[in-house]
């Protein structure tokens, strides 16, 4: 009859065969960089992150070409009279623009009133790109006015500024009334002017301000905007109020009486902030406790899904222990521990040097245990382990 600890030995032995080193690669291993704490969910250069998302880019528009939309982007207008229709009338409720289509372009019809999209929009990375007519008239705010208006209430003026000077705050790329641009980089009226913009809205709970919202603007790559805090829905002659933003809304352009020029409208939902649930950024420490269980808790079931007790599945279950403390699995490991320490003294000189990068990947992963105080320095497997690799000099 095999022993236990023999079959433990065995079964290391067989996992070995099959994942030639390093055995622990696949399995995100957080044996390395500092561990998580009260606001970091994550140890540093942690494998079980999630993994960016895959966006294939676009490209960059010229003069005469608008640029092509990354792959997740959701197009407003591409250019064509059929995508005219993702806008509807502001004025008349539900009722066709009267916008018109034309040369790629969509285009203000004066007095037909705003346009505004059917998709609703909340934090959102925005490209836009518009040109103000070729024929230069009036002056001041009465040159080739528009505007995007995120979420409808929320102006980045578009605005004719090619020697054409106005009030700071109401310049093209301004958060009207509030926040000059940081420059007038503005290609001459004709030329289409490109627009980038990240929008963070004002997120407010029980009537308290939890995240004040934010925009970025770039105008032709030219900074214009830098993380200018929101002070509230822009308007005119009109101070900004500080207050609840709805969780999204239509984008909106201005009917300012001029016939502005619109092309190459997309946008990409951004992710959710920390302050509303999201993982990137600062975190609450019950946000993080509660992010270290369910990561703990996805480890576990990993662990319990591998073929019994091999190396692999200890050291699986140990790493549930840098997340979230628990002792039942805290016991399981350190039971396992024992096992495959009494597996490895049982082996035959030769057997034992044959586990050696295997042995020495199983130390340093406990080592890291202790280190961060995660599982005790004198228990008696992790002393016998320690022993062990230090009379062979696998320490060094
Ligand atoms: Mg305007």
């Not at 008239?137 to 578009?158: A, C, H, K, P, T």
Request: proline fraction near 8%.
């Amino acid at each position: 009859m095999v022993s236990p600890a023999v079959r433990f030995a065995l079964g290391a032995v067989s996992l070995l065969a099959t994942f030639a080193a390093p055995i622990f690669a696949s399995t995100g291993s957080p044996f390395y960089g500092d561990a998580p704490d009260q606001n970091h969910p994550w140890a540093v250069h942690d494998q079980n992150r999630p993994q960016p998302p895959v966006v294939t880019p676009g490209t960059f528009s010229s003069a005469d070409q608008p640029g092509k939309p990354p792959s997740d982007a959701v197009v407003l207008f591409d250019g064509t009279a059929e995508s005219l229709g993702n806008w509807a009338s502001d004025k008349n409720e539900g009722a066709p623009t009267q916008w018109i289509a034309r040369d790629g372009a969509m285009e203000c019809v004066p007095k037909s009133g705003y346009v505004r999209s059917k998709q609703l929009i909340g934090d959102c990375q925005l490209h836009v790109e518009w040109a103000a007519p070729v024929k230069a008239q009036g002056d001041s705010q009465g040159r080739g006015n528009s505007g995007i208006f995120l979420m409808g209430i929320y102006e980045i003026q578009v605005l004719d500024n090619y020697n054409n000077p106005t009030y700071a705050d109401g310049f093209a790329c301004a958060a009207y009334g509030s926040s000059p641009p940081l420059a007038n980089a503005l290609r001459p009226p004709g030329e289409f002017q490109v627009i980038d913009i990240v929008f963070r809205r004002p997120v407010y709970r029980d009537g308290k301000v939890v995240d004040p919202g934010y925009v970025t603007v770039f105008c032709n790559g030219v900074l214009m905007q830098d993380h200018t805090q929101i002070e509230g829905p822009t308007g005119h002659k009109t101070r900004a109020v500080a207050g609840p933003f709805p969780d999204k809304g239509p984008l909106k352009l201005q009917d300012h009486g001029n016939p502005v020029r619109y092309r190459n409208i997309w946008y990409r939902e951004l992710p959710v902030r920390a302050v509303e649930g999201g993982t990137d950024g600062p975190l609450s420490v019950e946000a993080t406790a509660a992010k270290r269980a369910a990561i703990a808790a996805g480890i576990r079931a990993d662990a319990a899904k591998m073929d019994g007790k091999t190396t692999a599945a200890m050291l699986r279950l140990a790493e549930s222990l840098v997340y979230e403390q628990d002792a039942a699995t805290l016991e399981q490991v350190k039971t396992w521990q024992t096992q495959y320490v009494a597996g490895l003294t049982a082996l035959s000189a030769d057997g034992l040097k044959a586990q050696e990068g295997e042995v020495k990947t199983v130390f340093r992963a406990f080592q890291y245990l202790v280190k961060f105080k995660i599982i005790p320095a004198d228990s008696a497997p992790q002393q016998e382990l320690a022993q062990l690799v230090k009379s062979r000099g696998w320490d060094k």
